[in-house]
Nanobody, 124 residues
Framework: QVQLVESGGGLVQAGGSLRLSCATSGLTFSNRAMGWFRQAPGKEREFVAAISWSGSNTGYADSVKGRFTISRDNAKNTVSLQMNNLKPEDTAVYYC?????????????????WGQGTQVTVSS
């Protein structure tokens, strides 16, 4: 059974940092690109960041470039999202997702497996 479990969310003041982690099991992690998405209340789920199977390619939404960094550890089957200089508009539920293959994609429909999400709240 495939499982993706996010952790590391919480409440932080604007300008602060959080590090999200996603532990996976039951899938061939090292062959898949991984992504982070987020969904704020009343809004659609949006792409945040993605990383290729090898970690050599990454992609970011314009809104988080220069502030967020995605990384992966294929030995531990985990993917992380380091979030710095957080802003109130970053408040959302953050989801980890596993792609169908190894390429970086921004479209959530191209992701096969999803976690349950972790809440990030940034106060002003």
């Amino acid at each position: 059974q495939v499982q993706l479990v996010e952790s590391g969310g919480g409440l932080v003041q604007a300008g602060g940092s959080l590090r999200l982690s996603c532990a996976t099991s039951g899938l061939t992690f090292s062959n898949r690109a991984m992504g982070w998405f987020r969904q704020a209340p009343g809004k659609e789920r949006e792409f945040v960041a993605a990383i290729s199977w090898s970690g050599s390619n990454t992609g970011y939404a314009d809104s988080v470039k220069g502030r967020f960094t995605i990384s992966r550890d294929n030995a531990k089957n985990t993917v992380s999202l380091q979030m710095n200089n957080l802003k109130p508009e970053d408040t959302a539920v953050y989801y980890c997702a596993a792609q169908w293959n190894g390429s970086v994609r921004h479209d959530p429909s191209e992701y096969r497996y999803w976690g349950q999400g972790t809440q990030v709240t940034v106060s002003s």
